[in-house]
């Protein structure tokens, strides 16, 4: 059924679709109308789930693995701050193999105080051990909540579906909300492992002494590896089903392309919008990768994606401090050990929420066709120096 | 005997290991028991409420079932101590309100506005309690007041059919003749009382002691007598002209307003000037002060200490301050003004407050020449009152007081005595757990022949600091609904109107219920051990698991859970 | 792609019209993207709201420079901001204001049109009288000067829109905005000036 509905609603549509169980939550802005119409939809039983209110994220997300660790679809959404807060419990998830589904709506950290979007929530928790996927539009938000349940129930590792603040947030679009039916046919209930049985106790979260966590860690790794293919084929499955498929990454147009640009979240509609515009006027050896998922980091896809290309140019809301923009440095790491790579321009945009437009992307464009290499290793788009 | 813990080989290759941090298998093997310090018990303790009731009622017993709306067996359990649960919701100074620890919180639990709606519907309901089996010896009781009352009460549950001998043509003693209607409607006193009568209590009314009945010959025509004529003689105030017409006493006055007009001996009800003086700072002032309000009287009332001082309860004489009635403090009388023997004035004197006297308050001293008169046709005295002992032999008294051991049996074996007679005059509640007491050792003489004294180790109450007031919400009393000033003068209405079932569950939901579990499952929620089993109506400890860590018992709103040192 | 910004006072209703509209372009099988600008709303203050129109997906995602077109909710703001600013010419306005459309002063270059909204939210009591919610009348009137853009919008959508959007009052708001279709003063005069 087509729906106009903001990017927050389409996650909550997401959680009821995927019948999550249990939704602790903590409301903040922009994430608050994520938690207004799924603890609208438990009260009025469209969702049965348990709903907690609980006193801090850090808390939801105790809630969340209590409730995962006892078998049920946990569900929940924060922003910013409230990510940052929630940190410690972020690797307990991860670490307890727990298959959360958790929306970020992207929000710059404070201070600047900001309810604006960029990156940077989301990318301090990129080494916890959670799967990230990065959303360009309500109904990939939607079916990547989906998706993320399917994802996680089967590597036993947590999911981050992030969306843009208000870019996404709150912008009310078309989207095609899936059948529930066929929901249930791709996403069969939660069946966990049996850890928690009360006749059969055992300890949980104790210490773990050096002879065995190096193992355990490993595990992670192991699980993260697997991901990529589960991915793909959750992926797959998505598309036989309900008939729509995004990929774990996904190239635009790549295929006459010298130069591409690497994106992520609706930079990558907005720069669909001036790609298809160039095309349109005969100009076509200009592309996008679109990085879907960013954790597990799919470098082997990346790398043949890009090496086709002479000239490679990563778009980054989102800046490591001391380095560059993220997403940059691990497309460079990914090509660590090929012995030949295009050459790599990064440029930082968009951060504290600054609009992204067309004009912008097409600057983007320009700078990287008239260099040969970059000036500079980071190039500030549209800073006031 | 314990199994060893499994050592887990350090050769264990990932896919031997399970995928998180969680043990190799069932881990029932590990009796942390074996770790234990302390070991916590279920160790209920004394709510403040219920030790410092004068009847002993089971008071966070009976607000636990009113909060799970069980208002028959609440009734039922508050009967087990005290057969006037609609009076003394009315009437009594509720000194449970006074410990309640809620009072260090926020406000204490309006604990006798649920025992008035526990015992109204009880009356509403015609519920009964269980008499035991019928048992043949006679007990006499002189006197219907609260105490004999009481006493007959709880000896007719335990299947006597005593007797009680009542000088008045009702029973009740003060609560009939002395306590106005607004306070305590007289068709409660009266139903509470035959619902007593009904349990096969006989009542004898007319038979004053002294006149047509004597103690020593009911000692040999019964196997036991209970004393329990209480403390109705009026003290005076020995000032010139006290003996004029318009000086009254308090309780004479009472005595009469409070007559029905077909019963009262004059067939009227006592005349009272408009500008009526009441003497006294007792609730007998109060009492007396508002029923001549109510009589259309403007009274004044006449105090020698200051309010702080005045020994009437605080709610009675907030609510005669709210009848807008006059106080003069540090004032004493000196002199009756008459003429032609009738009262027109009263002489009073000025007084300061000392030092503290025996009673531990300051002793009020006359200040010289500081004379003035209040003009007035009648002059209540309600300066204390003390039992009348003429009629009682001189062996059974002490200090103008029946004597009596701590179980009320006096100098003569099959003689008891309890309330006012044995204490001087005190409350209502007290009287009610005096005839308790009394019943129980007449019961346990009569059957064997001796009052064995067992000594009851005293028992501390729980104290606000020993509860962990983090579960407990702050929460307003629920008030009492009440007439306003203007509905009251107009007529003898009850004031207090009490409180719907629904007001009664939501005060009986504010307490703390100290020292006693109410299911809360906070130590079943919190033991990192699971060591706390959930039955039907309690919890257990699974000592082979329980490690002693207290959580239970510092989690534990209600201090029931302690800690005792492991025997080793 | 039609690109609409509705400029209204914090409270007026003006991020509910542009979702209104949305829903009604939608009904007619348009690809829409709503959005307020980005951040926070005080009663009372100057605030703005966008929409983009099309028949394929609308895939640029920020804010609007350039509109086509402009749907003024409050006739203070003329003087506060300048609501005109970037608006492509021969593009609309759209004014809530009592006044007929040359009066208003704007370059023949745009194409005026008012409707006197307020009197009609008041008329059908809709919002407090103090600060009346004018967003369904005026996009009645919306209706109504539609016909002369690329990509119309009927008055069924726009009610059947109301329908779904407003959680109150909706008989009201349906006979405000169906009144407002009649009574939008077109300019002829600027119309032919474009």
């Known amino acids: 059924m087509k729906e106009v509905t903001t990017g927050n609603h389409a996650v909550s549509y997401g959680a009821m679709l995927s019948r999550a169980q249990v939704i602790a939550a903590y409301p903040i802005t922009p994430q608050t109308q994520i938690v207004e119409l799924l603890s609208n939809f438990c009260a009025t039983g469209?969702?049965?789930?348990?709903?907690l209110k609980v006193e801090s994220e850090h808390s939801v997300m105790a809630a969340s693995i209590g409730a995962s660790l006892a078998g049920a679809r946990a569900f929940t959404a924060t922003s910013g701050q409230g990510l940052a807060l929630m940190h410690e419990m972020i690797h307990w998830a991860a670490n307890g193999r727990l298959p959360i589904v958790m929306a970020d709506v992207n929000r710059s950290m404070a201070p600047g105080w900001s309810i604006w979007t960029d990156q940077n929530d989301s990318l301090s928790q990129r080494d916890t051990g959670w799967i990230q996927l990065y959303c360009e539009s309500s109904q990939e938000v939607t079916d990547s909540i989906i998706q993320g349940f399917k994802i996680a129930e089967k590597v036993y590792l947590p999911v981050m579906v992030i969306l843009d603040a208000f870019v996404l947030s709150h912008t009310s679009e078309v989207i095609d909300l899936p059948d529930i039916k066929l929901v249930d046919k791709y996403l069969p209930p939660f069946k966990a492992r049996d850890m928690m049985d009360m006749k059969n106790p055992r300890a949980f979260g104790g210490l773990v002494t050096p002879d065995f966590n190096f193992e355990l860690k490993y595990k992670i790794?192991?699980?993260?590896?697997?991901?990529?293919?589960?991915?793909?084929?959750a992926d797959r499955e998505f598309k036989r089903i309900l008939g729509r498929s995004y990929g774990i990454i996904e190239a635009y147009k790549c295929e006459k392309a010298d130069t591409i640009l690497v994106t992520s979240g609706t930079i990558t509609s907005t720069s669909r919008y001036v790609i298809n515009q160039l095309h349109a006027q005969g100009k076509k050896n200009v592309g996008i990768l679109k990085i879907r998922m960013f954790r597990p980091f799919p470098a082997k896809e990346v790398v043949a994606v890009l090496s086709k290309a002479k000239k490679v140019a990563v778009i980054d809301r989102n800046i490591g401090y001391g380095v560059g923009g993220i997403f940059c440095q691990e497309v460079k790491a990914a090509f660590g050990n090929e012995k030949k790579h295009p050459e790599f321009f990064n440029f930082i945009t968009g951060i504290g929420g600054r609009d992204v437009t067309p004009k912008d992307i097409q600057g983007i464009i320009d700078y990287t066709e008239t260099h040969k290499k970059p000036k500079e290793d980071i190039i500030w788009v549209g800073l006031r120096k | 005997m314990q199994s060893k813990i499994k050592v887990i080989p350090t050769?264990?290759?990932?896919?031997?290991?399970?995928?998180?941090?969680?043990?190799?298998?069932?881990?029932?093997?590990?009796?942390?028991?074996?770790?234990?310090?302390?070991?916590?018990?279920?160790?209920?303790?004394?709510?403040?409420?219920?030790?410092?009731?004068?009847?002993?009622?089971?008071?966070?017993?009976?607000?636990?079932l009113v909060k799970n709306n069980k208002f028959a067996e609440a009734w039922q359990l508050i009967k087990q101590d005290n057969p006037l649960p609609a009076v003394c919701g009315r009437v009594c100074f509720h000194p449970c309100e006074v410990e309640c620890n809620r009072n260090d919180y926020d406000e204490s639990v309006g604990i006798h506005n649920v025992e008035r709606l526990i015992g109204d519907y009880g009356l509403r309901h015609n519920l009964r309690v269980k008499i035991g089996i019928k048992k043949k010896q006679q007990i006499a009781i002189i006197g219907g007041g609260p105490a004999g009352i009481s006493a007959a009460y709880h000896l007719a549950r335990m299947g006597y059919k005593p007797t009680i001998f009542e000088a008045e043509r009702q029973l009740g003693g003060m609560l009939q003749y002395g306590i106005p209607s607004y306070r305590l409607p007289k068709n409660i006193l009266q139903k509470e009382i035959n619902s007593i009568i009904k349990m096969g209590v006989k009542v004898k009314t007319g038979m004053r002691v002294g006149k047509n009945l004597f103690i020593e010959e009911l000692a040999k025509k019964y196997h036991a007598v209970l004393i329990a004529t209480g403390a109705y003689k009026e003290r005076n105030l020995d000032i010139p002209g006290e003996e004029a017409r318009g000086v009254i006493g308090a309780l004479d006055f009472l005595h009469e307003a409070n007559l029905p007009r077909r019963q009262a001996g004059s067939g009227k009800k006592p005349t009272i000037s408009k500008d009526v003086v009441i003497i006294g700072g007792g609730n007998a002032a109060m009492d007396a002060a508002r029923s001549a309000l109510r009589m259309g009287a403007h009274p004044k009332v006449i105090y020698r200490r200051t309010r702080n001082e005045m020994p009437a309860i605080p709610d009675e004489i907030r609510d005669t301050e709210e009848e807008k009635i006059d106080f003069i403090f540090l004032a004493a009388p000196v002199k009756v003004i008459t003429k032609n023997n009738k009262t027109v004035a009263l002489e009073c004197i000025r007084m300061k407050l000392g030092s503290a006297d025996s009673s531990g308050r300051r002793k009020p001293i006359p200040v010289k020449g500081s004379n003035f008169r209040i003009k007035t046709g009648t002059i209540i005295k309600a300066i204390g009152e003390s039992p009348e002992t003429s009629f009682i032999p001189a062996s059974l008294l002490k200090d103008n007081l029946v004597c009596t051991d701590k179980w009320g049996m006096t100098a003569q074996n099959n003689i008891f005595a309890a309330g006012d007679a044995v204490t001087g005059p005190k409350t209502v509640v007290e009287a009610i757990g005096a005839g308790k007491r009394s019943a129980q050792a007449i019961d346990k003489y009569v059957r064997t022949g001796k009052v064995t004294h067992t000594e009851i180790p005293e028992v501390k109450p729980v104290r606000f600091e020993q509860l962990n007031t983090a579960y407990f919400e702050h929460a307003p009393r629920v008030s009492m609904p009440h007439l306003e000033f203007k509905q009251r003068v107009k007529s003898t209405k009850e004031v207090y109107l009490g409180y719907k079932p629904n007001e009664a569950i939501t005060e009986s939901d504010r307490c703390f219920s100290c020292g006693v579990c109410n299911f809360c499952d906070n130590c079943w929620v919190f033991c990192p051990d699971m060591a706390v089993i959930k039955k039907k109506n309690k919890y257990e400890f699974n000592y082979d698991y329980c490690k002693g860590c207290g959580i239970c018992a510092s989690e534990c709103p209600h201090n029931v859970i302690s800690l005792v040192e492991e025997k080793k | 792609m039609i690109e609409i910004r509705f400029h209204g006072r914090g409270g007026q209703g003006a991020v509910v019209a542009s979702e209104i509209l949305a829903n009604a372009f939608f009904f007619e099988d348009n690809s829409v993207q709503t959005f307020p600008e980005f951040g926070v709303e005080r009663r009372g203050a100057p605030v703005a709201a966008y929409l983009r129109i099309d028949k394929s997906q609308v895939l640029v995602r920020c804010k609007i420079y350039e509109p086509d077109h402009i749907i003024v909710l409050d006739p203070t703001l003329l003087n506060a901001v300048d609501v005109t600013v970037g608006l492509k010419p021969g593009g609309w306005i759209l004014v809530n204001s009592n006044h007929k459309p040359d009066e208003l002063g704007f370059p023949s270059k745009f194409r005026v049109a008012t409707i006197d909204a307020t009197s009609l939210a008041i008329k059908y009591h809709l919002g407090p009288r103090t600060s009346p919610i004018v967003n369904t009348a005026i996009l009645g009137a919306f209706s109504n000067i539609s016909q002369f853009m690329p990509i119309k919008v009927s008055m069924k959508s726009i009610c059947g829109a109301i329908k779904k959007k407003v959680p109150i009052q909706r008989e009201n708001n349906i006979k405000a905005a169906k009144e407002a279709y009649n009574m939008v003063i077109i300019d002829k005069e600027l119309c032919k000036a474009k």
């Open chain 1, 46 to 51: 469209k969702l049965k789930a348990k709903f």
């Open chain 2, 11 to 64: 050769t264990l290759k990932v896919k031997d290991l399970p995928p998180t941090a969680i043990s190799m298998s069932n881990m029932l093997f590990n009796k942390t028991g074996s770790w234990r310090n302390y070991k916590p018990v279920y160790d209920e303790k004394l709510p403040p409420c219920n030790a410092t009731c004068p009847s002993g009622e089971k008071i966070q017993g009976y607000l636990y």
């Open chain 1, 221 to 233: 790794q192991e699980a993260m590896n697997q991901t990529i293919p589960v991915a793909k084929w």
